[in-house]
C-alpha cells in the first residue's frame, strides 16, 4: 500500500506539527516572560520556525479534524500542574515526542524532512538539559 497521499498519514503530521510547534511556544514564552532568557527565547523560536511543511499546508490543513479528535478531552494530568517546571518538563515531554512521530512518518514523503525532525528532537534534548539544569 502506497502511504505517500493516504490523507490519514497527512492527518497524522498535521497534529504533529500544531504539538509540536505549541509545546516549543510554550516553553519559549516562559524563557522570554518569566525567564527574561533572551537567548534560549531566541533559540527556541528559530527552532520552532523550523517546525513547518510549506509545500504541504494547504493540504495539511484540509486534513485537520479537531472536532472529532478521539482523545480530544484532556486527561487528569493533562490539567495538574504545580509550578513553571512542571509545565516545562510536560512541554519539552510534548515537543520531543510530537517531533519524534513527525521524524517516523515524514519519512514515507523523503528523507529530508525525517531528518529536520530528527535534528529537531535532538535540539530540544540539549536545550532541555540547558535550560532545567542550569
Same mark, same amino acid.
Given at each position: 500500500m502506497n502511504n505517500k497521499n493516504d490523507p490519514k498519514?497527512?492527518?497524522l503530521v498535521d497534529a504533529?506539527?500544531?504539538r509540536l510547534k505549541e509545546g516549543i511556544r510554550v516553553i519559549e514564552d516562559i524563557a522570554r516572560y518569566h525567564d527574561?532568557?533572551?537567548p534560549l527565547a531566541l533559540k527556541l523560536k528559530n527552532l520552532r520556525h523550523q517546525c513547518?511543511?510549506?509545500e504541504k499546508y494547504l493540504e495539511l490543513l484540509s486534513s485537520r479534524d479537531s472536532i472529532n479528535d478521539v482523545l480530544r478531552p484532556s486527561t487528569k494530568s493533562e490539567m #495538574?500542574?504545580?509550578n513553571i517546571e512542571d509545565i516545562l518538563i510536560a512541554n519539552y515531554k510534548r515537543?520531543?515526542?510530537s517531533?519524534?512521530? *513527525? /521524524?517516523? #512518518?515524514?519519512?514515507?514523503?523523503?528523507?529530508?524532512l525525517a531528518e529536520r525532525f530528527k535534528n529537531i528532537r535532538y535540539e530540544l534534548y540539549? *536545550? /532541555?538539559?540547558?535550560?532545567?539544569l542550569n
Open positions: 498519514v497527512v492527518r504533529n506539527l500544531n527574561d532568557n533572551g513547518r511543511i510549506d #495538574s500542574r504545580a515537543a520531543q515526542e517531533a519524534r512521530v *513527525l /521524524e517516523e #512518518s515524514t519519512k514515507i514523503w523523503g528523507g529530508e540539549a *536545550l /532541555e538539559k540547558e535550560n532545567l
